[in-house]
């Protein structure tokens, strides 16, 4: 998922790119300019999750998929990028003092970190990760892990239109390019139910937390975020300087406002030149934001 990512925006962008969420897909078409849609879902169709099957309703999947990807006439298949929501894999950021060189010993060194700590078969799953050196030998190691199944079903209404998901990327993830290069920083993003949480130092990602919400509260928001402002400053040495929100429609200047004063920082939300990016659509106007400078 991510380390196909520098090498395939070094080569002609796909056709198009589609960003699922619960309550729909966005998409959009490539070209001399992007042109954007969204397809609302019927409640139910996709229920994310990191252990079960997260195409609930197939056929109504397929159908939207088939209604936004076009082009039936054609027998040549076209490239897309396929962005999945955060909650349906675990992303994770591995520490090494020692980080092998060999591709399989990598993995393996991977996997095994992650063998009780995620809760799905690793041995069975897709994984893709992206080293980021730190200092004195250090590595901080980016990690996307989910269940092939999960990913193969998200995949193939898309094959089956003609398409062929060369990358394949989670929302938070892509996301990060509208995320500029702050200092200290913390994003947060919320897409339905859950919460997705990043804190990145300049460009080096340091955590990444997804947590199903039991309700969509200011109050369980402030809960997840109070104990990641004090790790940050317990194990980086400092307090974050910027928190960055996405997914708050609606409510964006009060949640700034209560969020700046219980945790001290200065607030903004995330923006994009292609629109305000929001819950079903971020990582889709990231990407695009990817593309366009490269």
Same mark, same amino acid.
């Given at each position: 998922?991510?380390?196909?990512?520098?090498?395939? $925006?070094? +080569?002609?962008?796909?056709?198009?790119? /589609?960003?699922?969420?619960?309550?729909?897909?966005?998409?959009?078409?490539?070209?001399?300019?992007?042109?954007?849609?969204?397809?609302?879902?019927?409640?139910?169709?996709?229920?994310?999750?990191? !252990?079960?099957?997260? !195409?609930?309703?197939?056929? *109504?999947? =397929?159908?939207?998929?088939?209604?936004?990807?076009?082009?039936?006439?054609?027998?040549?298949?076209?490239?897309?990028?396929?962005?999945?929501?955060? /909650? &349906?894999?675990?992303? &994770?950021?591995?520490?090494?003092?020692? /980080?092998? @060189?060999?591709?399989?010993?990598?993995? =393996?060194?991977?996997?095994?970190?992650?063998?009780?700590?995620?809760?799905?078969?690793?041995?069975?799953?897709?994984? @893709?990760?992206?080293?980021?050196?730190?200092?004195?030998?250090?590595?901080?190691?980016?990690?996307?892990?989910?269940?092939?199944?999960?990913? &193969?079903?998200?995949?193939?209404? /898309?094959?089956?239109? %003609? $398409?062929?998901?060369?990358? #394949?990327?989670?929302?938070?993830?892509?996301?990060?390019?509208?995320?500029?290069?702050?200092?200290?920083?913390?994003?947060?993003?919320? @897409? %339905?139910?859950?919460?997705? !949480? $990043?804190?990145? +130092?300049?460009?080096?990602?340091?955590?990444?937390?997804?947590?199903?919400?039991?309700?969509?509260?200011?109050?369980?928001? #402030?809960?997840?975020?109070?104990?990641?402002?004090?790790?940050?400053?317990?194990?980086?040495?400092?307090?974050?300087?910027?928190?960055?929100?996405?997914?708050?429609?609606? @409510?964006?200047?009060?949640?700034?406002? !209560?969020?700046?004063?219980?945790?001290?920082?200065?607030?903004?939300?995330?923006?994009?030149?292609? *629109?305000?990016?929001?819950?079903?659509?971020? *990582?889709?106007?990231?990407?695009?934001?990817?593309?366009?400078?490269?």
């Amino acid at each position: 998922m991510l380390d196909r990512l520098k090498s395939l $925006l070094t +080569e002609p962008p796909p056709a198009m790119a /589609f960003e699922i969420s619960e309550a729909g897909i966005a998409a959009a078409r490539i070209g001399a300019r992007a042109e954007l849609e969204f397809l609302p879902l019927k409640p139910g169709t996709i229920s994310v999750s990191p !252990v079960k099957e997260n !195409v609930a309703d197939s056929d *109504g999947f =397929a159908a939207a998929v088939r209604t936004l990807a076009g082009g039936q006439g054609s027998r040549k298949r076209r490239d897309a990028a396929l962005i999945i929501p955060d /909650f &349906s894999a675990r992303i &994770s950021v591995l520490d090494f003092d020692q /980080f092998p @060189s060999d591709a399989k010993d990598q993995t =393996a060194l991977i996997r095994f970190r992650l063998k009780r700590s995620v809760p799905f078969d690793v041995e069975a799953a897709a994984l @893709s990760y992206f080293p980021q050196p730190v200092n004195a030998g250090r590595t901080d190691v980016v990690v996307v892990m989910a269940p092939l199944e999960i990913v &193969s079903r998200y995949e193939a209404p /898309f094959r089956a239109a %003609g $398409l062929d998901p060369g990358l #394949v990327t989670t929302s938070s993830l892509a996301m990060l390019e509208l995320a500029g290069e702050a200092g200290l920083s913390v994003i947060a993003k919320l @897409s %339905g139910h859950v919460l997705t !949480v $990043l804190v990145r +130092e300049k460009t080096v990602l340091k955590l990444v937390r997804c947590l199903e919400l039991p309700a969509v509260s200011m109050e369980d928001i #402030v809960a997840v975020l109070v104990p990641t402002f004090v790790y940050i400053e317990d194990n980086l040495g400092r307090p974050a300087e910027k928190l960055l929100l996405c997914g708050f429609e609606g @409510s964006d200047a009060d949640a700034a406002a !209560v969020l700046g004063a219980e945790l001290h920082v200065e607030v903004e939300t995330l923006h994009s030149p292609l *629109g305000a990016p929001g819950e079903t659509n971020a *990582g889709l106007l990231g990407y695009l934001r990817s593309i366009s400078k490269n």
